[in-house]
């Protein structure tokens, strides 16, 4: 039982609760001794829940900080002690004056490079402790700030004064953020009261079942898609033969991996092994093992 599970998950479940479901129907850790997901969803957030099962949670570090995609609502008038609407509201403020065109014109100083600071109610941490456990005992928690990439930011809808938007951004983005920060740049207060997730690790929602589909089947295994899956986006190496065999014997061997950079080596269309080449240095990680190989391909004479 190695691969991907894709699964939209509703609201008012964390990540964690919605794969313990899943493991406790299917007894998943007993058969695949391993679980895990691609990336935190709120309780209050539905959408693309990546959940790696066996071998492939070991891909899952490929995966740190992959761009992702969500389709989120945001309310003006109003901020709160989270930016999401689970939070206490702070501080409220008019929106009348706000404009669908100054929403578009303001918009446009969120996309690129950017500098974002944190919600204070966030996993982050600060001094050794989560941001979110220090702000929930009441302590003033200084966030700093940190580069983000936001590719594209379109308006869907625009319902004042709740408006709607598809944000494409790099992992580590905080949507909350952006809300709370579009209110404050329109002279007014915001926060983020919907949230869905579209794409996260090269997949999609679309390919996603939802939960209390996958619940209710009586096994996991037709669901799980293959390890290679999400891997074509990586550099691609097709090795040959002799060079496959050295690396999974623990051999040195020659790929031409000369730049820093995540690769992926494929054999006869088999995903093989993975290659993180940083600071000069190759750290491969074997998918397979020498006897797998032989076994899948033939001996070789």
């Known amino acids: 039982m190695n ?10 479940i964390s990540s964690f609760g919605a794969v313990q479901q899943l493991n406790k129907r299917f007894s998943i850790q007993r058969n695949a001794k391993k679980i895990g997901h691609g990336g935190t969803l709120d309780p209050n957030a539905s959408g693309l829940l990546v959940i790696a099962v066996g071998r492939a949670t070991r891909l899952l570090r490929f995966f740190l900080g992959s761009d992702k995609r969500y389709t989120a609502q945001i309310q003006f008038g109003s901020r709160t002690t989270t930016d999401d609407s689970e939070g206490e509201v702070i ?39 989560r941001a979110y456990e220090l702000a929930r005992k009441g302590h003033e928690v200084q966030m700093l700030p940190r580069q983000v990439r936001i590719d594209r930011i379109d308006m869907t809808q625009c319902n004042l004064p709740t408006i709607e938007l ?45 939960l209390a589909f996958l619940i209710q089947q009586e096994k996991i295994e037709p669901y799980l898609l293959p390890m290679d899956q999400g891997m074509h986006y990586f550099n691609r190496i097709d090795a040959k033969r002799a060079e496959v065999h050295k690396l999974l014997n623990g051999l040195p061997t020659n790929f031409n991996v000369d730049k820093d950079g995540i690769y992926a080596l494929w054999y006869e269309a088999q995903l093989v092994a993975m290659c993180e080449r940083k600071e000069g240095k190759n750290d491969f990680l074997r998918l397979m093992s020498a006897q797998e190989f032989d076994e899948q391909f033939g001996r070789k004479s």
Do not use: M
């Not at 691969?3 to 008012?12: A, M, R, S």
């Open 3 to 12: 691969g991907f599970l894709l699964v939209d998950k509703p609201t008012g």
């Open 166 to 210: 598809d944000i494409a951004c790099s992992g580590g983005t905080y949507i909350r953020s952006i809300a709370r920060d579009l209110g404050i740049k329109l002279h007014s207060e915001a926060h983020l009261s919907g949230l869905r997730r579209t794409e996260a690790c090269h997949f999609s929602v679309r390919q996603a079942h939802t």
């Open 91 to 129: 501080s409220e403020a008019p929106y009348e004056h706000i404009t669908e065109e100054a929403i578009l014109q303001g918009l446009k100083d969120f996309c690129g490079t950017v500098s974002q600071i944190p919600p204070s109610y966030s996993a982050l941490h600060v001094d050794g402790k």
